[in-house]
């Protein structure tokens, strides 16, 4: 069936560049999002890419995508301690029922 | 601006109470869906809808039930509710042509 992993923790300084990692197995896929959920709040779309893209930018964010490998990550550039939260990554297929990870929690620590 | 509501951000019921969760959406979108978040678990799919008085199950819908009388109101019960059923209760839509959702605040639930 399908199935998208994460690694459960990333730890980083302030200021330094965290790189989430995502593998997926759906090779229908044709949208793969970022959501980001801050302590007590529900999700919040954060990015998407294309799966006839390969990297997408958008100010202190990169999502690259490596579609032979299903393997998709999400680059934050400069971290800031407003950036700690669970990151969850999601491939979105043939239905309307996107499958998420379990999601990474990113702590940033001065 | 796009929104997604639910009518608590925290609940405290005891075993065996009924227990309603609601989310209106203000997108007119055709999809709903509620979820349960544990911690270690991500989300996990309760019940879903496409359409008004539509619904399918999910992969977690045992104890669950839903009710859509209304395009933007999908609400969760639980008929009976037990100590397993504490968790934290996201409800989400997206437009009938893309899987991109958009979530609610999230429900908070602490069964005792």
């Known amino acids: 069936g399908e199935d998208v992993e994460q690694s459960l923790f990333l730890s980083v300084r302030e200021g330094d560049s965290s790189v989430i990692n995502c593998t997926y197995t759906?090779?229908?896929?044709?949208?793969l999002y970022w959501y980001k959920q801050e302590p007590g709040a529900g999700l919040q779309l954060l990015t998407y890419?294309?799966?006839?893209?390969d990297m997408k930018q958008d100010q202190r964010l990169t999502v690259l995508l490596n579609k032979k490998d299903k393997h998709l990550s999400l680059r934050i550039a400069d971290t800031q301690t407003g950036d700690s939260a669970i990151y969850f990554c999601a491939e979105g297929g043939g239905s309307y029922i996107p499958t998420f990870g379990r999601g990474t929690s990113l702590i940033v620590h001065p | 601006d796009v929104k997604v509501t639910q009518s608590s951000r925290y609940l405290v019921k005891r075993t065996g109470e009924k227990v309603f969760l609601e989310c209106v959406q203000d997108?007119?979108?055709?999809?709903m869906f509620w979820y349960r978040q544990d911690p270690g678990l991500g989300l996990r799919l309760i019940y879903f809808?496409?359409?008004?008085?539509?619904?399918e199950k999910g992969d977690i819908p045992e104890g669950y039930s839903v009710s859509r009388e209304k395009k933007e109101r999908f609400s969760l019960i639980l008929e009976s509710a037990s100590t397993n059923q504490t968790s934290m209760y996201l409800c989400?839509?997206?437009?009938?042509?893309?899987?991109?959702?958009?979530f609610g605040p999230g429900t908070r639930l602490t069964v005792l």
């Open positions: 989400a839509s997206s437009p009938g042509n893309r899987n991109e959702q958009f």
């Open positions: 759906d090779s229908s896929s044709t949208y």
């Open positions: 809808s496409y359409d008004v008085k539509m619904k």
């Open positions: 997108m007119d979108h055709e999809n």
């Open positions: 890419i294309f799966s006839n893209m």
